[in-house]
């Protein structure tokens, strides 16, 4: 028998296009719930034959959200194929333009799609009605995101599919015109993003029993980790356990043997697992949250503090979906006070930011971690071109824990007592927590009959 269905489509306030069904049983009581995308774009197809030095350009344009992690990992992953060493001014201006493009990200995602729904007055459902009740909250949050663009937009050259990163490094240096400019963006960003965090703490602390009836779920945790500290571009890549212990480390190689994927008839989306668990005991997040979860710091002081404040309220691991909009706060303090180190870093970098290599036939691994989690590329290089790609996305990733805190979302609240408004609601909540980016998670070209629940 069929069950009956809410279907919401498109899901809002979100990146690209996505639906929400919700099924509930013949008493109508809601039984499941489960986030669809059915788009697809093919970039694994695309990059099929693409010479090396194009494919960072191709990559870029998998997302316009977070075209960065794309690019630069793109590099990495040839360089280290046709075994190419870069300078070290090449990589501290990539870690600084991957920390941008998380700014610019996260702002985007807190500000203009979910800070409608930690919004205090009712009936908000958009940036604009932010805008009506809080000009100045609204001004504050446009200036946070206009920050970030800005600052991709000075170190790669424009904020969208950034130009500057090329195999073999970064085609300028642009800390060579724009090195007095960045601190005072920056001290700015850390100032309006600790007014935001205020605001967030406060909401939350209003909210608990709301927050623990929206997508609490169990889950394994994948991140990069360097030594027990956040890294967005250096580490393992380490999976610890619903309990907060260790599961796994592993080397971006390796990720075959750890990681399987499975498909389902809603999505386009392959959704991946722990291979030794499962798709059911398997379920993976990443993302803020798995950041915070996997690592013991951040190894940045103001950062580190707001960890602590963080953990304190909510203890570890930070399981409820909506705690990553306080990550991702801090996440954005945390960029910034990395792109000061790194400033003063390269100061005393003096050598050149590209350097040529002979093109030969490889194959290799390499993962960073993008505003929404841990992204692997994995390319086979035969002549010069591309004859394999697979891409890993992080919303991939967290497809099956959206889906899982959707169902338990719908289970926990009562449709009778809030409504199905309501209900449909807290689930784009949840959806929205996780910040899903549609158009990187739909790159795979996997031709299917996709059944539509009516």
């Known amino acids: 028998m069929v069950m009956p269905t809410i279907k919401i489509k498109p899901v809002t306030r979100i990146e690209s296009h996505g639906s929400l069904t919700i099924k509930v049983d013949e008493q109508g009581t809601p039984v499941q719930a489960f986030f669809s995308t059915p788009v697809l774009r093919g970039f694994e197809a695309f990059l ?26 793109a590099s990495r992953t040839l360089e280290k194929a046709i075994k190419m060493e ?5 990589k501290i201006l990539r870690e600084m333009l991957v920390l941008s493009q998380l700014i610019d990200s996260h702002a985007l995602s807190f ?62 240096n642009p800390l060579l015109t724009t090195s007095l400019e960045l601190p005072a963006m920056i001290k700015e960003t850390i100032k309006i993003t600790q007014e935001f965090l205020q605001y967030c703490k406060e909401w939350f602390a209003q909210k608990t029993d709301l927050i623990k009836s929206l997508g609490a779920i169990s889950s394994y945790y994948m ?40 498909t389902q008839s809603h999505t386009y989306m392959k959704l991946p697992f ?41 203890g570890k691991p930070l399981e409820y979906s909506l705690l990553s909009h306080w990550a991702r706060l801090i996440e954005i303090i945390y960029a910034c006070e990395r792109l000061e180190e790194l400033l003063v870093n390269s100061a005393s970098q003096n050598d050149k ?67 199905q408004e309501e209900l449909v609601h807290r689930c784009e909540m949840v959806i929205r927590a996780y910040d899903p980016c549609i158009s990187c998670a739909t790159h795979v070209i996997q031709i299917k009959k996709m059944e539509e629940t009516e």
Request: charged content about 15%.
């Open 86 to 90: 870069i300078t070290d001014t090449a």
């Open 111 to 172: 500000v203009m799609l979910s800070l409608p729904d930690l919004f205090p007055a009712e009936n908000i459902h958009s940036i604009n009605d932010v805008r009506q009740h809080s000009p100045d909250l609204f001004a504050k949050g446009l200036r946070l995101h206009s920050l970030g663009r800005q600052l991709t937009s000075l170190l790669g050259g424009r904020n969208v599919h950034p130009t500057n990163v090329r195999v073999g490094g970064m085609s300028t």
């Open 353 to 419: 930011t590209a350097v040529t290599a002979d093109i030969i036939d490889g194959e290799a691994v390499n993962c960073l971690e993008a505003p929404r989690g841990t992204l692997f590329h994995h390319y086979a290089l035969q002549g010069g071109c591309v004859t394999h790609a697979n891409l890993l996305v992080a919303t991939q990733n967290n497809g099956l824990a959206v889906n899982k805190a959707l169902s338990e979302t719908v289970k926990a609240s009562k449709i009778e007592n809030i409504g």
């Open 274 to 314: 722990l291979k030794e668990l499962g798709s059911e005991e398997g379920i993976l997040r990443v993302n803020c949250l798995a950041r915070a979860n996997v690592n013991e710091q951040y190894g940045t002081p103001i950062a580190n503090q707001e960890l602590r404040e963080l953990r304190a309220s909510w």
């Open 48 to 73: 099929q034959g693409t010479p090396i030095e194009r494919v960072p350009w191709l990559a870029s344009r998998i997302c316009g959200v977070c075209p960065v992690p794309h690019s630069v990992n």
């Open 223 to 262: 991140a990069l980790s360097d030594e027990g500290s956040v890294s967005f571009v250096n580490g393992e890549i380490k999976v610890t356990g619903p309990n907060g212990s260790n599961y796994t480390i592993f080397q971006p190689d390796n990720y075959l043997s750890v990681l399987s994927e499975t």
